[in-house]
């Protein structure tokens, strides 16, 4: 069964400092991976997917299979940055995601 | 930006009672989904429903549970007799259903089973 895991329930960083949330999966195919976000009192919404190959808001995810990883980086987090942080994985031709447990992301001044 | 509407946005209720919680989805989008989270513990797909009917579900969505398209704009989640642990947040979410999975979320029904 396909599982993706984020193996830190918070992590706190102080501002300007790179930040790196992981995130693992198991799937024995292709997956569709993506990075929801949650700020506080709002929707969860899409940060980015790795389709895209894309940089929102200083972040950038890259796909490593051989590692089974989507790891979540940014070079210098922002206190706006602070906010949960989902990954979620898809099958091809699906439309059922499968959310990790989230990373609480505390940036400091 | 046009957004996924839910309400209530906080339902209690008592167990054994049935439930409907719904949802707007967002007007030219064609897929529709239920998640919940249970609290502490993942967000969980329930269903999701194309072309008025269910396309994929869950174990979670067994025969309590159903889904509906009444009319042209609102989507609803039944859950026909409510247990303890449906105690949860549930989101709908929509999307255009062009192939990509961007999903737009509501901002979710807290239900609470007494």
């Known amino acids: 069964a396909q599982r993706v895991t984020q193996p830190e329930k918070l992590l706190s960083v102080f501002k300007g400092a790179p930040v790196e949330l992981k995130c693992n999966y198991s799937y024995s195919g292709s997956p569709e991976l993506f990075w929801y976000v949650q700020y506080s009192r709002q929707r969860l919404q899409l940060l980015l997917r790795h389709i895209s190959r894309e940089s929102i808001k200083g972040f950038t995810a890259d796909l490593n299979k051989g590692e089974t990883s989507f790891h979540l980086k940014k070079p210098f987090a922002q206190e706006e940055d602070s906010a949960m942080y989902y990954c979620a994985l898809s099958n091809p031709g699906r439309r059922a995601l499968t959310f990790g447990s989230g990373t609480r992301l505390q940036v400091q001044p | 930006e046009p957004e996924v509407t839910q309400t209530p946005s906080h339902q209690v209720t008592q167990m054994g009672q049935e439930v409907i919680l719904r949802c707007v989805p967002i007007?030219?989008?064609?897929?529709f989904y239920w998640y919940r989270q249970i609290l502490g513990q993942k967000v969980e797909f329930l269903v999701s429903f194309y072309n008025n009917e269910i396309s994929e579900k869950s174990e979670i969505f067994d025969d309590q549970f159903s889904v509906e398209r009444p009319d042209g704009s609102n989507f609803t989640l039944k859950i026909r007799s409510t247990k303890l642990e449906d105690s949860a947040m549930y989101f709908c979410?929509?999307?255009?259903?062009?192939?990509?999975?961007?999903?737009?979320f509501g901002s979710g029904t807290q239900l609470s089973v007494l």
């Open positions: 979410a929509s999307s255009e259903g062009t192939g990509e999975e961007k999903l737009f």
């Open positions: 007007s030219n989008h064609l897929y």
